[in-house]
């Protein structure tokens, strides 16, 4: 029997600012090629989770090690190994569809003849060739969120963060993006998402949800929606929330 991979740790991981706890002692694990929903309401402590598992922010406690790397003592080690895209667009407008991919293939530190097949095979792959140098601005935002992903894996990062990546576009732009989503898990890499449509949560292999910084749920859609009682993600959700409102 082999030793499940874990693509992200963390226990008793908290974040404190000044007297406010912003995440309060999370404690779970994400496998390897794992679609991971992280839910929660703004302000819920989501933001600064995903920046202490980036290497952006350093935990004021708990352990945590993401791509196999110390949250602590590795954060560089981890900007490598990982993607990211953010709600907002993250490309470079003024600049090609072309010019985008190859300017992050550079950052990302893949060699020129990398850069080039990865470019074949992005343009190829979004149906992108006859707009190759057309200006990203130009771009509908559905297929600027489609190319801001494919760039983000573009050089082959163990975790994926996503950080409210359909926001704004169409049912069928979000179907299509989902599909890209799975294709990325199907090979290894492991989806890290935060979203406001609960639908989407149903797309995820597990889901969490955070609730003034702390961890309240965590298992499958199914099983959270058998747990809770309830029809879909967004009544799990409301119930949680709700939950929280009386009690404050």
Known sequence: MSLKQYALQVK???MRFG????VDNITFNVEQGEIFGFLGAN????????????????????????????????????????????????LYEDLTITENIQFYGGIYGLKKNNIISKTRELLEK???QAYAKRLVKGLPLGWKQKLA????????????????????????????????IYEA???????FVTTHYLEEAEYCNRVSIMV????????????????????????????LATRNSIAS
């Not at 600064?48 to 922010?57: S, V």
């Not at 791509?67 to 895209?85: H, L, Q, S, T």
């Not at 082959?156 to 704004?168: I, R």
């Open 43 to 90: 302000g819920a402590g989501k933001t600064t989770a995903i920046k202490m598992f980036c290497g952006l922010l350093r935990p004021t406690s708990g352990e945590g090690t993401v791509a196999g790397f110390d949250v602590y003592r590795e954060p560089e080690k981890i900007k490598k190994n990982i993607g990211y895209m953010s709600q907002h667009f993250s």
């Open 149 to 180: 992903f494919s760039v983000a894996i573009m050089h082959d990062p163990q975790v994926v963060f996503l950080d409210e990546p359909t926001s704004g576009v169409d049912p069928i732009t979000r179907r299509q993006f989902w599909d890209l």
């Open 19 to 22: 007297d406010f706890t912003a």
């Open 12 to 14: 008793d991981l908290t």
């Open 212 to 239: 003034d910084g702390e961890m309240r749920a965590l298992n499958t859609p199914n099983q959270l929606m058998l747990d809770f009682g309830k029809e879909n993600m967004n009544e799990v959700f409301l119930e």
């Open 126 to 128: 979004l149906d992108l």
């Open 185 to 191: 898990a199907n090979i290894g890499i492991t989806v």
